[in-house]
Nanobody, 125 residues
């Protein structure tokens, strides 16, 4: 079972940036996908971004509609870590951000194998 550990949440002013990281521990073999969801108070969990790869290549990132053009997901293959760079933040980005991992592509409605515990991101206006 892969375990996920998130870091990098916190308080940021509107217009600011934040970097979230998720490290996976455990045995990862073959094709894999990691990404992020978020959940704001009173709202459903929302897909944010994901990245999938095989032992030979990394695919194109996927983004939720509400974050396209502002968020960027990247991967450090040597550390089994994905990083989410969050830019031009607004109060609507306030949520608990969860890291997710799957042997299938992480995305809306996907079957997720592992979840992180979540990290709080708060954007002040």
């Amino acid at each position: 079972q892969v375990q996920l550990a998130e870091s990098g949440g916190g308080l940021v002013q509107a217009g600011g940036s934040l970097r979230l990281s998720c490290s996976a521990s455990g045995r990862i073999v073959g094709a894999y996908s990691m990404g992020w969801f978020r959940q704001a108070p009173g709202k459903e969990r929302e897909f944010v971004a994901s990245l999938a790869w095989t032992p030979w290549s990394t695919g194109q990132p996927s983004y939720g509609d509400s974050v396209k053009g502002r968020f960027n997901i990247s991967r450090d293959s040597t550390k089994n870590t994905v990083t989410l760079q969050v830019n031009r933040m607004t109060p609507d980005d306030t949520a608990v951000y969860y890291c997710a991992a799957s042997r299938m592509n992480v995305g809306p409605g996907a079957s997720i194998d592992s979840w992180g515990q979540g990290t709080q991101v708060t954007v002040s206006s």
